[in-house]
């Protein structure tokens, strides 16, 4: 089935690698029992090679401490996929629709969609603690473009799924992005950009791995590499999408 390339609870299993477009995999880690995370790669040249579809991605987080948090996880994926796979555009109406279908327990999420007007422009929406940011190898920066729900002691403070408590969904953050030539999109869960909070991860060294890298396939491998060589303590999911040259 198409579903099972683009949706996989697997814990060190890859979604589908394309060098040259999107590339996302989650990666268990070095600590955890299982992988709570859910990754969803929907490219339309890849999959479909039609125009009525557009480019969905995301990556969601079972909210830790919290049961059922791969099954909210996966649930949610599950549920973005069938709008993705129907040709329908996610909004903030349809994303609490989407919050009231969910099986069970909590999850994050970042999402990014495709505009129909330009290969390059993606409106996100983001829920909880997972990030979506950009780096320029131009101006040598990595900037996070999504807001992080979460308090001062890093706990979640919105999230998804029936499970929340008093931390459920009430708007997803929304942003958008128009990619230039060097810029790449990266989504991520927390087990990786906590590395990048604590300094333990630079955005030099993620630019000198962008530029050592062969394609982006070997780019994404290598940012999870380095979180596991970090101690791995968290499920670690990535996407990254490039700027895209095609016409």
Same mark, same amino acid.
């Given at each position: 089935?198409?579903?099972?390339?683009?949706? *996989?609870?697997?814990?060190?299993? +890859?979604?589908?690698? +394309?060098?040259?477009?999107?590339?996302?995999?989650? *990666? @268990?880690?070095?600590?955890?029992?299982?992988?709570?995370? =859910?990754?969803?790669?929907?490219?339309? $040249?890849?999959?479909?090679?039609?125009?009525?579809?557009?480019?969905?991605?995301?990556?969601?987080?079972? +909210?830790?401490?919290?049961?059922?948090?791969?099954?909210?996880?996966?649930?949610? @994926?599950?549920?973005?996929?069938?709008?993705?796979? /129907?040709?329908?555009?996610?909004?903030?109406?349809?994303?609490?629709? @989407?919050?009231?279908? !969910?099986?069970?327990?909590?999850?994050?999420?970042?999402? =990014?969609?495709?505009?129909?007007?330009?290969?390059?422009?993606?409106?996100?929406?983001? +829920?909880?603690?997972?990030?979506?940011?950009?780096?320029?190898?131009?101006?040598?920066?990595?900037?996070?473009?999504?807001?992080?729900?979460? $308090?001062?002691?890093?706990?979640?403070?919105?999230?998804?799924?029936?499970?929340?408590?008093?931390?459920?969904?009430?708007?997803? $953050?929304?942003?958008?992005?128009?990619?230039?030539?060097?810029?790449?999109? !990266?989504?991520?869960?927390?087990?990786?950009?906590?590395?990048?909070?604590?300094?333990? @991860? /630079?955005? /030099?060294?993620?630019?000198?791995?962008?530029?050592?890298?062969?394609?982006?396939?070997?780019?994404?491998?290598?940012?999870?590499?380095?979180? $596991?060589?970090?101690?791995?303590?968290?499920?670690?999911?990535? !996407?990254?999408?490039?700027?895209?040259?095609?016409?």
């Amino acid at each position: 089935m198409v579903f099972d390339k683009l949706f *996989n609870p697997h814990p060190k299993e +890859v979604i589908k690698p +394309v060098p040259s477009r999107p590339y996302g995999e989650t *990666n @268990i880690g070095m600590y955890r029992e299982k992988n709570e995370d =859910a990754i969803l790669i929907f490219d339309r $040249n890849d999959i479909y090679d039609q125009v009525k579809f557009h480019s969905v991605y995301a990556v969601a987080d079972g +909210v830790g401490g919290q049961p059922n948090g791969e099954v909210a996880s996966h649930s949610l @994926i599950s549920l973005i996929f069938d709008h993705a796979s /129907s040709g329908r555009y996610i909004n903030q109406e349809e994303l609490q629709k @989407i919050n009231n279908q !969910i099986e069970a327990g909590a999850t994050t999420l970042v999402l =990014a969609q495709q505009s129909d007007k330009d290969q390059n422009h993606y409106h996100l929406y983001s +829920v909880g603690d997972s990030s979506a940011l950009i780096l320029d190898q131009k101006s040598a920066t990595l900037t996070e473009i999504t807001k992080r729900d979460e $308090n001062s002691a890093g706990n979640v403070t919105q999230a998804m799924g029936p499970d929340t408590g008093n931390f459920f969904l009430k708007k997803a $953050n929304q942003s958008s992005v128009l990619l230039e030539e060097g810029q790449t999109l !990266i989504l991520a869960t927390d087990g990786f950009t906590r590395y990048i909070d604590k300094g333990q @991860i /630079s955005p /030099s060294q993620i630019l000198h791995l962008k530029k050592s890298c062969p394609d982006n396939t070997a780019f994404v491998k290598s940012l999870i590499n380095q979180a $596991n060589s970090l101690g791995g303590v968290d499920n670690i999911t990535i !996407i990254s999408i490039p700027y895209s040259s095609q016409k």
